[in-house]
């Protein structure tokens, strides 16, 4: 295993202005400071460049460098979570002027704590990672009926839904939720992800969920995976 | 039985389906295709537990591989890991064992059947008191069934606000059980010490009811880890304070570990914690009898009371160092 390093997007140069340095973003990211990230995705946008850009030069390559840490479990959860937050203060001001160049969330994402669990510790981790991942994204809080999930799934015609369980006990509403979202015939519809910290590949495998995130990092890398994998358009 | 006589009470969270070792552990040893975990029994002898699937080879996936050895020695039926990881707390000084098997399957039937055989199997080892631990009521009635209460006093751990725990608080009065109960809500978790204290006054009204005595209830206003929120560690310490003022006999406690999870170096964390927490007012603690050692702990609670004033004389200190 190498060290992560900061991967410079290629090309970064031809899509700035003259003599523009991105360097200071990525550091700012990297190390959580929120409102330096802010000030500083302000000023690239008042400088006319790309909101795309910003987002792809600018904000990922810190973002990314500590994903990666994590998932090598070199950083810990609070520093993973400060980064998370700066990522979050640079896009709040990138996603308005996305959406009015009338660029897609790469999904829709419905999300929540099964029924009977009500641990949103770990879960909230996950929504601010798919948010700054670029999912247009549902939390439906903790102690979620399965009714619930199949309502706003129809609602949304989402594209993924992820279900987390933090007890040993309640993990079992990971199955029942998934089979009540095959009884009201929307399986093929929608890809499903699960986490928790009891949760395993296996378990995942068992119940038929499509996908397992062992933490926050993978639960999006799976998310991104999932998404690129055919499934039935909604009507 | 007396348990606490020194002003503090421990409980031991080490038996529990969750507790996981890395695969990079130096306990990991493998020989020839069999690979197992080594320990060292308490009469000095070394063991092994073994591993029946295959660890991976692949370094960094061995890195992000969790054996959780406790469900594997049940799994494995075997008892000298289990003894030994019950008989290790209890030489270091636990005065109530928890005993949680969640872990070992994802449907109630077979926890309840895994809670009743260890439960009946552990009370073959020792006469300690067991706290029969989980967050589904089913496995928590299935573990007192086979209580044997001719060895110890049972503790249920535990109720909280959650509508289909509330029987536990009648059963442990029937049961003459300790009764754990923890700040959760009815329909979500506390979110500032005002909530973790409005749920378990909640919670005392009830016991009231149901006339369970004072000196068998114990108040877990809940620990979340500090890695995932900059006040938590205060949340839990400011309602532990509210609480002692306001119930100045009960028990009150946390998962003291809980603090520390996902951070580096979780004996000092834990031991910080465990301090300052025996400050803001409890008098019993669920804590890792092996990383935080109990007698420590109980010399500083001796002590610091000595300190306070509120150990007149020092008569009480006095007492404990002539038997030490």
Same mark, same amino acid.
């Given at each position: 295993?190498?060290?992560?390093?900061?991967?410079?997007?290629?090309?970064?140069?031809?899509?700035?202005?003259?003599?523009?340095?991105?360097?200071? !973003?990525?550091? $700012?990211?990297e190390?959580?400071?929120?409102?330096? @990230? *802010?000030?500083?995705?302000? /000023?690239? %946008?008042? &400088?006319g460049?790309?909101?795309?850009?910003?987002?792809?030069?600018?904000?990922?390559?810190?973002?990314?460098?500590?994903?990666?840490?994590?998932?090598?479990?070199?950083?810990?959860?609070?520093?993973?979570?400060?980064?998370?937050?700066?990522?979050?203060?640079?896009?709040?001001l990138?996603?308005?002027?996305?959406?009015?160049?009338?660029?897609?969330?790469?999904?829709?994402?419905?999300?929540?704590?099964?029924?009977?669990?009500?641990?949103?510790?770990?879960?909230?981790?996950?929504?601010?990672? !798919?948010?700054? $991942?670029?999912f247009?994204?549902?939390?439906?809080? @903790? *102690?979620?009926?399965?009714? /619930?999930? %199949?309502? &706003?799934?129809?609602?949304?015609?989402?594209?993924?839904?992820?279900?987390?369980?933090?007890?040993?006990?309640?993990?079992?509403?990971?199955?029942?939720?998934?089979?009540?979202?095959?009884?009201?015939?929307?399986?093929?519809?929608?890809?499903?992800?699960?986490?928790?910290?009891?949760?395993?590949?296996?378990?995942?495998?068992?119940?038929?969920?499509?996908?397992?995130?062992?933490?926050?990092?993978?639960?999006?890398?799976?998310?991104?995976?999932?998404?690129?994998?055919?499934?039935?358009?909604?009507? | 039985?007396?348990?606490?006589?020194?002003?503090?009470?421990?409980?031991?969270?080490?038996?529990?389906?969750?507790?996981?070792?890395?695969?990079?552990?130096?306990?990991?040893?493998?020989?020839?295709?069999?690979?197992?975990?080594?320990?060292?029994?308490?009469?000095?002898?070394?063991?092994?537990?073994?591993?029946?699937?295959?660890?991976?080879?692949?370094?960094?996936?061995?890195?992000?591989?969790?054996?959780?050895?406790?469900?594997?020695?049940?799994?494995?039926?075997?008892?000298?890991?289990?003894?030994?990881?019950?008989?290790?707390?209890?030489?270091?000084?636990?005065?109530?064992?928890?005993?949680?098997?969640?872990?070992?399957?994802?449907?109630?039937?077979?926890?309840?059947?895994?809670?009743?055989?260890?439960?009946?199997?552990?009370?073959?080892?020792?006469?300690?008191a067991?706290a029969?631990?989980?967050?589904?009521?089913?496995?928590?009635?299935?573990g007192?069934?086979?209580?044997?209460?001719?060895?110890?006093?049972?503790?249920?751990?535990?109720?909280?606000?959650?509508e289909?725990?509330?029987?536990?608080?009648?059963?442990?009065?029937?049961?003459?059980?300790?009764?754990?109960?923890?700040?959760?809500g009815?329909?979500?978790?506390?979110?500032?010490?005002?909530?973790?204290?409005d749920?378990?006054?909640?919670?005392?009204?009830?016991?009231?009811?149901?006339?369970?005595?004072?000196?068998?209830?114990?108040l877990?206003?809940?620990?979340?880890?500090?890695?995932?929120?900059?006040?938590?560690g205060?949340?839990?310490?400011?309602?532990?304070?509210?609480?002692?003022?306001?119930?100045?006999?009960?028990?009150?406690?946390?998962?003291?570990?809980?603090?520390?999870?996902?951070?580096?170096?979780?004996?000092?964390?834990?031991?910080?914690?465990?301090?300052?927490s025996?400050?803001?007012?409890?008098?019993?603690?669920?804590?890792?009898?092996?990383?935080?050692?109990?007698?420590?702990?109980?010399?500083?609670?001796?002590?610091?009371?000595?300190?306070?004033?509120?150990?007149?004389?020092?008569?009480?200190?006095?007492?404990?160092?002539?038997?030490?």
């Amino acid at each position: 295993m190498s060290e992560p390093r900061l991967k410079i997007p290629e090309g970064w140069e031809e899509r700035a202005p003259e003599g523009w340095e991105w360097s200071e !973003l990525w550091e $700012a990211v990297e190390v959580g400071k929120h409102i330096f @990230t *802010d000030e500083f995705v302000r /000023k690239a %946008i008042d &400088t006319g460049i790309n909101p795309r850009t910003i987002l792809d030069d600018g904000l990922f390559p810190g973002f990314n460098l500590q994903g990666d840490r994590f998932t090598e479990q070199i950083i810990f959860i609070p520093e993973m979570l400060i980064t998370a937050r700066a990522m979050k203060a640079g896009l709040a001001l990138i996603r308005p002027l996305l959406a009015a160049q009338a660029e897609k969330p790469i999904g829709v994402f419905v999300m929540g704590t099964v029924l009977g669990d009500m641990h949103d510790i770990g879960q909230s981790i996950v929504a601010i990672m !798919l948010e700054n $991942a670029g999912f247009q994204l549902t939390n439906l809080g @903790t *102690d979620v009926h399965p009714d /619930k999930f %199949i309502e &706003t799934i129809k609602e949304l015609k989402a594209d993924l839904v992820g279900f987390s369980a933090l007890l040993s006990t309640t993990v079992y509403y990971q199955k029942v939720t998934i089979d009540e979202i095959e009884k009201a015939g929307l399986r093929d519809n929608v890809k499903i992800l699960i986490g928790g910290a009891p949760t395993t590949q296996d378990w995942a495998d068992e119940i038929g969920a499509d996908g397992w995130g062992r933490d926050a990092v993978q639960a999006v890398k799976q998310a991104k995976r999932l998404i690129a994998e055919p499934r039935t358009a909604w009507a | 039985m007396t348990i606490g006589s020194h002003g503090l009470i421990i409980i031991g969270e080490n038996f529990n389906t969750t507790r996981k070792i890395r695969g990079t552990s130096p306990r990991v040893v493998r020989e020839g295709d069999k690979q197992g975990l080594s320990y060292t029994d308490l009469d000095g002898t070394v063991r092994i537990l073994d591993i029946p699937d295959p660890l991976p080879e692949d370094p960094g996936e061995l890195k992000t591989t969790m054996i959780p050895h406790i469900g594997l020695a049940l799994r494995n039926k075997d008892m000298d890991y289990i003894r030994w990881a019950i008989m290790a707390q209890v030489e270091a000084g636990a005065h109530i064992i928890d005993i949680c098997v969640d872990e070992m399957s994802h449907y109630p039937e077979e926890r309840a059947d895994w809670m009743r055989w260890t439960v009946e199997a552990v009370q073959k080892m020792t006469d300690v008191a067991l706290a029969i631990d989980s967050s589904d009521p089913q496995t928590v009635k299935a573990g007192l069934e086979v209580y044997d209460t001719s060895k110890s006093r049972p503790a249920i751990n535990s109720v909280n606000l959650e509508e289909n725990r509330l029987p536990l608080i009648p059963m442990a009065k029937e049961m003459n059980a300790y009764l754990f109960a923890n700040a959760g809500g009815s329909s979500g978790m506390p979110q500032n010490a005002q909530d973790r204290v409005d749920n378990l006054e909640q919670l005392m009204k009830m016991m009231d009811d149901a006339d369970v005595p004072m000196e068998d209830r114990f108040l877990d206003p809940l620990v979340f880890p500090i890695g995932a929120g900059p006040d938590f560690g205060l949340h839990y310490l400011d309602a532990v304070k509210t609480l002692r003022q306001r119930y100045p006999e009960v028990h009150i406690f946390g998962g003291h570990s809980n603090t520390s999870f996902g951070l580096p170096g979780r004996k000092g964390l834990n031991n910080a914690f465990i301090v300052l927490s025996m400050l803001a007012g409890c008098d019993t603690l669920m804590i890792d009898p092996i990383m935080n050692p109990p007698a420590e702990l109980i010399e500083f609670r001796m002590a610091a009371d000595a300190q306070t004033g509120k150990d007149e004389f020092a008569m009480k200190y006095l007492k404990y160092w002539r038997a030490k």
